[in-house]
């Protein structure tokens, strides 16, 4: 995905996002730039940043990448999440309740 994106010299960054039916959502991309508000860690050579707000509601997460014969997407299991939404794309913790949307 990094030699698509255009370059392998990139972060992928992991945060979390208000909105969804339960009021938080993740989100996933490139990021060619770290912060000073950036924490970064790095698993199997890949680069990953996440911003100082995300963090807390990312404690302990564990992201992996399935393939299966309908495809293949990420998965994200976080212990943290005390609700998730039907559809199970968005989801709130004991502490942060984000911002709930209409579905």
Request: hydrophobic share 30%.
């Given at each position: 995905?990094?030699?698509?994106?255009g370059s392998d010299d990139v972060y992928l960054r992991v945060k979390v996002n208000g909105g969804?039916?339960?009021?938080?959502?993740?989100?996933?991309?490139?990021?060619?730039?770290?912060?000073?508000?950036?924490?970064?860690?790095?698993?199997?050579?890949?680069?990953?940043?996440?911003?100082?707000?995300?963090?807390?509601?990312?404690?302990?997460?564990?992201?992996?990448?399935?393939?299966?014969?309908?495809?293949?997407?990420?998965?994200?299991?976080?212990?943290?999440?005390?609700?998730?939404?039907?559809?199970?794309?968005?989801?709130?913790?004991?502490?942060?309740?984000?911002?709930?949307?209409?579905?």
């Open positions: 995905m990094m030699k698509e994106y969804g039916c339960s009021g938080l959502s993740y989100g996933m991309g490139f990021d060619e730039e770290k912060t000073d508000k950036d924490m970064e860690l790095q698993q199997h050579g890949v680069r990953i940043l996440i911003d100082e707000e995300s963090a807390p509601i990312l404690r302990d997460v564990k992201i992996d990448y399935k393939q299966s014969m309908m495809g293949g997407g990420f998965t994200i299991d976080n212990p943290n999440a005390i609700a998730s939404c039907g559809c199970g794309s968005s989801f709130r913790t004991a502490t942060v309740e984000g911002t709930p949307e209409e579905c």
